[in-house]
């Protein structure tokens, strides 16, 4: 009887272990999605800003041009 007893306890415990790690693995994801899309998001406003820079420039030059 007693035997059983700690042999659930046992399977329990592990149990319990596999659902903690289960948890973690699913945070990291989580925060590892969450990485990526902020990168994403910087890239496209580096791009925005690149191209907006763009288009100043080119406004100069005519503006040159122009003159």
Excluded: D, R, Y
């Excluded at 035997?3 to 973690?24: A, G």
């Excluded at 693995?25 to 998001?41: N, P």
Aim: aromatic share 0%; net charge negative.
């Amino acid at each position: 009887m007693c035997m059983e007893e700690e042999e659930e306890e046992e399977e329990e415990e592990e149990e319990e272990e596999e659902e903690e790690e289960e948890e973690e693995e699913e945070e990291e994801e989580e925060e590892e999605e969450e990485e990526e899309e902020e990168e994403e998001e910087e890239e496209e406003e580096e791009e925005e800003e690149e191209e907006e820079e763009e288009e100043e420039e080119e406004e100069e030059e005519e503006e040159e041009a122009s003159i």
